[in-house]
């Protein structure tokens, strides 16, 4: 598509030149204790199944799933490649061993020695074979791919030292290692000085505790507040709503204490801070921010895997086509959500539905926002596709323009997320560079809560 884009657009043709990059060139802006790597999720492919049966197994791939890291240092002459064939094991039941963990540590059944056992064992599954490339290393920048943007490498435990690769790694998820050269992420400068080097003002839209009961009329009024030109059609997206809790989204009263925290820290530095809570949190009022700085938003976040298909058509296509796009799945919930969802009818076409959608997302004013950040649950997860990643959220919110963003990889207390988030911004403000900062305040959190649900829950990716 790209391509078909560049030929009828020469502006266009010269932005997609610009980036395509040689691995010399990540080397290059590499240090001698810095690593970038790519992961690539690959299907096993074999010539002979085309002969067995060709309508199944198009052009010969398998079922067998294979992962390629790429390693690239400062002194490599070639790239490294680590092939682990254990592909299917890690989409099945390693990563299942993982999110076990995480049950189990939610339930605050923290057992230290079989907690140590476990993650030492999920290291030598997922990263053990790259970890023994990686000696004299400090820095590692990490393109993720297929399973490995469902899990926090940094709370997996090293089988050689013992010691949560937190501890021995400074892990930086990128995008592409290509950003390495696109855009060399900036070391630790004093913030005013590194603003007015970007001229961006140091703006915030925080959004927390949405009401998400309300009747139809007060919800129309409040919306009407807010000019967004976009409507909102349920046919588009066929019977993904159809999987939505109807009731019981449960409220959300601890955002409001962390959105409050955050409005006070940055209004210290002399931040222009818009705060959207209660029947304010709505997704008409996220549709009509403007490139802020930062747009902290601290809500539920749902990801559904499996729809079933009912309807043949919507809008002239097949209905089908809308429930496996990714983009549809992934949301986030506001004011309002439990209502519309009870009754779709409520909403007006000049309205939304409380339910703001990775589809959606993408098309936010965000060209000139720093960071996002997404204070809720199973925000980080989108359904793994080969070669593209996170078709969620994280996808949407890049497109978008943002340039970094926090995100949950599952729920985690409130109390442990307000703590979190008022560390990471208390030294972020302060003038330290975002990386650093957020990798602060989870060894600092870590301190207060040692099993790895509390303070591994939430990644930084991008710049």
């Not at 301190?447 to 990716?461: I, L």
Request: aromatic share 10%.
């Amino acid at each position: 598509m790209e391509k078909d884009l560049s030929k009828l657009s020469v502006e266009f043709a010269n932005e997609f030149d610009k980036k395509q990059f040689k691995w010399q060139e990540i080397k290059s802006s590499l240090k001698s204790d810095e690593s970038a790597i790519e992961m690539i999720r690959l299907r096993k492919y074999d010539k002979r199944q085309n002969k067995i049966n060709p309508e199944i197994i198009k052009l010969g791939f398998t079922d067998t799933v294979y992962y390629a890291a790429l390693i690239i240092k400062k002194n490599s002459k070639m790239p490294e490649l680590v092939l682990l064939k254990n592909g299917n094991d890690l989409e099945g039941k390693y990563i299942e061993f993982y999110r076990q963990q995480i049950k189990q540590q939610r339930k605050q059944v923290y057992n230290p020695e079989k907690v140590e056992t476990e993650l030492t064992e999920l290291c030598k599954q997922f990263w053990l074979p790259v970890l023994e490339k990686l000696k004299g290393i400090k820095t590692v920048y990490l393109s993720s791919d297929g399973v490995y943007n469902q899990i926090n490498l940094n709370t997996l435990i090293n089988p050689n030292t013992k010691k949560y690769l937190l501890e021995e790694f400074d892990l930086r998820i990128v995008t592409s290692t290509r950003d390495l050269v696109d855009k060399k992420v900036i070391e630790p400068v004093e913030m005013n000085t590194f603003r007015q080097a970007r001229g961006t003002k140091n703006t915030a839209d925080l959004f927390g505790d949405p009401q998400f009961n309300m009747d139809s009329t007060k919800y129309n009024q409040i919306a009407s507040r807010f000019t967004t030109g976009r409507q909102r059609d349920y046919n588009y997206m066929g019977n993904t709503i159809d999987s939505l809790p109807r009731q019981g989204i449960s409220t959300l009263p601890g955002t409001r204490k962390e959105i409050d925290k955050i409005a006070t820290e940055m209004k210290a530095k002399k931040w222009k801070v818009n705060t959207y809570l209660g029947e304010d949190a709505l997704e008409e009022a996220v549709k009509a921010v403007k490139t802020p700085r930062v747009l902290h938003i601290a809500t539920h976040g749902k990801f559904l895997k499996d729809v079933e298909i009912k309807d043949e058509r919507s809008f002239g296509m097949e209905s089908q086509r809308f429930v496996e796009n990714p983009l549809l799945r992934s949301m986030l919930l506001f004011t309002g959500a439990e209502s519309m969802l009870s009754n779709p009818n409520m909403s007006n076409q000049n309205s939304g539905d409380g339910l703001l959608t990775a589809y959606e997302a993408q098309n936010l004013n965000l060209d000139n926002t720093e960071l996002v950040v997404l204070s809720a649950c199973e925000t980080g997860l989108g359904e793994i596709k080969n070669g593209e990643g996170v078709y969620g959220l994280q996808r949407a919110f890049q497109v978008a323009g943002a340039k970094s963003l926090i995100m949950s990889l599952w729920t985690v207390s409130d109390e442990a997320t307000q703590e979190l988030m008022t560390v990471f911004y208390s030294k972020w403000l302060s003038g330290k560079n975002k990386r650093i900062a957020f990798r602060e305040a989870q060894q600092q959190l870590k301190k207060k809560y040692p099993g790895f649900y509390y303070w591994g829950a939430f990644v930084m990716v991008g710049e």
